[in-house]
């Protein structure tokens, strides 16, 4: 999932790096630590019904398997970015990568669901504190053209990390086994403890005040209302299980605001969020990432479950759909600059609608690379394009002193909108998922390309004409 957006406001300054530092190296291993995240966002997807043979999950502990990484990693991404202030990029980097490769070996390990969310959970913190402060690094390290040229390294991260995800999903469930996913990050993240501080000088830290109220209230308020969504596929919408989780949501952002206004150092200026540009990026990206790692999720089961598909022959299907994201991604960028951001949205979550109402049409039968592939490549192809003109249309339109708070506000819409997107399509294909049967998918991929369909229309009004203008380098996650 790849999209540009500028360094976040939280990055240090420095005018050089110190003498004697090696910022290419750095870069490097930086992208390997950045890459283990992007993985563990998609990698997950194509070992769900093997995890769930071995451990016993159902629907609901399949869906927080998902929503749990990308809850914590969004909802507390803006809170690391100011800890790598307070403490220092280097320290908060290291820490965060300490925490992800004991939480990778702990997920590996786990013998059921509870111990299996946990080591989710202590990912999300974990990659919450790494990225901000790994870009933190990177955007202070370099200057004039080589930040550009580093940038652009960084940005290729998204797009082949949810490539390589898919694929070595199913080759590692496949082969040795569905734990070793998360085995994989444990060697990996000990190599780059011992190599990073060798390269990555550690600066002084910026003193700042500490939004925690913040952080966790915006982060219980999503989980409560991710949890409300996914109940709705057991008790339905209108039962207690859902509507209290909801309601409690509503008190938690609420409470948030309020928080928000009364401090003097807020996670998020609730001003920017009336900004227009802002509110229209945000949502595009909401939408965008929920239908897209909705497809994942959808379509991982969907063939392993229904249509009797290894973990390796769906990750080899997934393929052409990942390259599409990152193709959508690179003509997005080119239409927006031709276009302007409105008609590529609008032309990207139409070829999504028209992408997910193919996949309306798969059965239990046939070929999935003519009946299954098509639909989801053409759906990953416009929501590619979709991420770019969410990204500049947040930041194109308001003023360069705003967009490092307005990058962390699409950031964390980017990733709590899969978490999001994965709840609500769980529920409504809660009969499928539980019986292997088509049905429920149906209705899943139906509630899809509507929701594209109408987001499309909703661009027209939303998004503000003309040809936005970016504020600075881009960013993935």
């Known amino acids: 999932m790849t999209h540009p957006h500028p360094a976040p406001a939280t990055a240090p300054h420095t005018a050089a790096p110190p003498a004697g530092s090696r910022p290419w190296a750095a870069l490097a291993l930086l992208c390997v630590a950045q890459f283990m995240l992007v993985l563990d966002v998609t990698v997950v997807n194509v070992a769900l019904p093997s995890m769930a043979a071995d451990l016993d999950l159902g629907r609901t502990a399949l869906t927080w398997v998902v929503t749990?990484?990308?809850?914590?990693?969004?909802?507390?991404?803006?809170?690391?970015?100011?800890?790598?202030d307070v403490l220092g990029a280097r320290r908060t980097l290291l820490a965060?990568?300490?925490?992800?490769?004991?939480?990778?070996?702990?997920?590996?390990?786990?013998?059921?669901p509870e111990a299996l969310l946990a080591g989710r959970t202590a990912q999300g913190v974990a990659a919450a504190l790494l990225s901000p402060a790994a870009l933190a690094i990177v955007t202070t390290t370099f200057h004039g053209r080589d930040r550009h040229r580093a940038l652009g390294v960084w940005s290729a991260i998204g797009g082949a990390g949810a490539a390589i995800g898919v694929l070595l999903g199913g080759v590692l469930t496949d082969g040795p086994g569905w734990e070793w996913i998360f085995y994989v990050n444990v060697p990996i993240g000990a190599v780059l403890l011992l190599a990073l501080p060798a390269v990555v000088p550690a600066r002084a830290p910026r003193p700042a005040r500490l939004d925690i109220p913040g952080a966790l209230l915006v982060t219980a308020g999503t989980g409560s209302l991710i949890y409300g969504l996914v109940a709705a596929g057991d008790t339905g919408w209108s039962g207690p299980r859902t509507l209290v989780p909801v309601a409690a949501a509503a008190v938690a952002y609420g409470a948030f605001a309020a928080v928000e206004r009364a401090q003097r150092a807020p996670l998020i200026d609730l001003a920017v969020l009336r900004r227009r540009p802002v509110v229209a990026g945000s949502c595009l990206m909401l939408v965008a990432t929920a239908l897209l790692i909705s497809l994942f999720f959808l379509g991982s089961v969907f063939l392993q479950e229904v249509r009797g598909y290894s973990a390796l022959?769906?990750?080899?299907?997934?393929?052409?759909?990942?390259?599409?994201t990152g193709l959508g991604a690179h003509l997005g960028a080119r239409f927006v600059g031709l276009w302007g951001a409105r008609p590529t949205a609008a032309v990207g979550l139409t070829l999504a609608g028209?992408?997910?109402?193919?996949?309306?049409?798969?059965?239990?039968?046939?070929?999935?690379?003519?009946?299954?592939a098509p639909?989801?490549?053409?759906?990953?192809?416009?929501?590619?394009?979709?991420?770019?003109a969410a990204t500049t249309t947040a930041l194109g339109f308001i003023a360069h002193e705003e967009a490092g708070v307005a990058s962390g506000v699409v950031n964390t819409f980017h990733e709590v909108g899969g978490s999001i997107g994965v709840a609500v399509v769980s529920t409504v294909a809660a009969a499928g998922i539980d019986g292997g049967t088509e049905g429920g998918f149906t209705a899943a991929f139906t509630v899809c390309a509507v929701t594209a369909a109408v987001s499309a229309a909703a661009t027209f009004v939303l998004v503000p004409r003309g040809k936005p203008q970016l504020t600075g380098g881009p960013h993935v996650h």
Do not use: E, H, I
């Open 96 to 112: 965060g990568l300490a925490l992800f490769t004991a939480a990778s070996l702990l997920t590996g390990l786990a013998s059921g």
């Open 354 to 372: 028209l992408g997910t109402a193919l996949l309306t049409t798969a059965g239990p039968g046939g070929n999935a690379w003519t009946g299954v």
């Open 68 to 84: 749990t990484y990308t809850l914590c990693f969004g909802g507390l991404m803006l809170l690391g970015g100011r800890l790598a």
């Open 375 to 388: 639909g989801m490549s053409l759906a990953a192809l416009g929501l590619g394009s979709v991420f770019v």
């Open 313 to 324: 022959r769906t990750g080899v299907l997934f393929l052409p759909v990942a390259v599409a």
